[in-house]
């Protein structure tokens, strides 16, 4: 623990660092909820409910729109927590460390995740209603109807050539080196909101593609899942996380190209 100097020169009495302290009980409360999403998702699978969480269901001869958007928006949350927070929990640990001397830490730290959440669910809600447009230009053409591997091999291509992309580059640094995120830096709730909110667009903008491949399986497949957050966790946080991004790349287009060829069981 660390001591603070007396009034006459002596050592006072040890205390605890309050900005640690402040954000001790806070991260294995995400870890909680990260293992927790992971066994909704392991559950859904092995009861054969899956398919009830994935999106496709709630378009294609669903309930209606006003309740399908919020069971999506739920399902989509726990794929969020289960593969964004682990590539986000070194930043969120930075940044809510920072935050344990405001006056209200806690209101701060909540604002924060509120902040980073707010940015995937606005992807989750673009994404879906994205699909729903896609159903209907599918609908149209039995052509397209008849070959649904086109569009997983054009998903698969496009978060491939993605990975080689400048923004991602630029993104992914961002998200890796947020800045803003000292542990010094104390905003205030508000404050707190907007640093959430550019660290999730920052990672947002690095990872949608990969997101996009997840939103397009749902819980269909564990391997994709497990897959795609080690993937994501890597670039966020290792060493050469930058360098995997285009090397990531080169495998999703040969896997797009081998979909091109026929249908293949990537969503068993």
Same mark, same amino acid.
Not at 19 to 24: Q, S, Y
Not at 30 to 58: D, E, F
Not at 147 to 174: C, D, H, M, N, T
């Given at each position: 623990?660390?001591?603070?100097?007396?009034?006459?020169?002596?050592?006072?009495?040890?205390?605890?660092?309050?900005?640690?302290?402040?954000?001790? &009980?806070?991260?294995?409360?995400?870890?909680?909820?990260?293992?927790?999403? &992971?066994?909704?998702? *392991?559950?859904?699978? %092995?009861?054969?409910? /899956?398919?009830?969480?994935? $999106?496709?269901? %709630?378009?294609?001869?669903?309930?209606?729109? &006003?309740?399908?958007?919020?069971?999506?928006?739920?399902?989509?949350?726990?794929?969020?927590?289960?593969?964004?927070?682990?590539?986000?929990?070194?930043? *969120? @640990?930075?940044?809510?460390?920072?935050?344990?001397?405001?006056?209200?830490?806690?209101?701060?730290?909540?604002?924060?995740?509120?902040?980073?959440?707010?940015?995937?669910?606005?992807?989750?809600?673009?994404?879906?209603?994205?699909?729903?447009?896609? $159903? $209907?230009?599918?609908?149209?053409?039995?052509?397209?109807?008849?070959?649904?591997?086109? *569009?997983?091999? !054009?998903?698969?291509?496009?978060?491939?050539?993605?990975?080689?992309?400048?923004?991602?580059?630029?993104?992914?640094?961002?998200? @890796? %080196?947020?800045? !803003?995120?000292?542990?010094?830096?104390?905003?205030? /709730? @508000?404050?707190?909101?907007?640093?959430?909110?550019? $660290?999730?667009?920052?990672?947002?903008?690095?990872? &949608?593609?990969?997101?996009? %491949?997840?939103?397009?399986?749902?819980?269909?497949?564990?391997?994709?899942?497990?897959?795609?957050?080690?993937?994501?966790?890597?670039?966020?946080?290792? @060493?050469?996380?930058?360098?995997?991004?285009?090397?990531?790349?080169?495998?999703?287009?040969?896997?797009?190209?081998?979909?091109?060829?026929?249908?293949?069981?990537?969503?068993?």
């Amino acid at each position: 623990m660390p001591q603070v100097a007396g009034v006459h020169g002596g050592t006072a009495a040890p205390r605890l660092d309050l900005p640690a302290a402040a954000t001790a &009980w806070r991260l294995p409360l995400v870890s909680t909820a990260i293992v927790g999403a &992971w066994l909704v998702a *392991i559950v859904a699978q %092995l009861t054969g409910n /899956a398919a009830a969480l994935h $999106h496709h269901a %709630l378009i294609e001869k669903g309930p209606a729109l &006003w309740v399908g958007v919020p069971l999506f928006l739920l399902g989509w949350q726990v794929m969020v927590v289960a593969m964004m927070l682990p590539a986000s929990l070194p930043t *969120i @640990r930075m940044a809510w460390r920072g935050m344990g001397g405001a006056p209200r830490p806690r209101l701060a730290a909540t604002a924060f995740m509120g902040g980073y959440v707010l940015a995937w669910t606005t992807f989750g809600l673009v994404a879906f209603f994205g699909d729903l447009g896609l $159903h $209907h230009v599918v609908d149209a053409s039995p052509w397209l109807a008849g070959r649904p591997w086109l *569009i997983e091999a !054009g998903v698969l291509a496009l978060a491939g050539v993605y990975q080689f992309a400048p923004r991602k580059q630029r993104s992914l640094e961002a998200c @890796r %080196l947020p800045a !803003g995120l000292l542990p010094e830096h104390v905003p205030s /709730a @508000r404050g707190g909101f907007r640093l959430g909110l550019d $660290h999730g667009l920052d990672c947002l903008g690095s990872s &949608w593609a990969l997101m996009l %491949l997840m939103f397009a399986q749902g819980f269909a497949n564990l391997w994709w899942m497990a897959a795609l957050t080690a993937l994501m966790a890597y670039e966020a946080n290792g @060493r050469h996380g930058q360098r995997a991004a285009p090397v990531a790349g080169a495998v999703l287009l040969v896997a797009g190209l081998a979909v091109l060829s026929g249908p293949l069981p990537i969503t068993t």
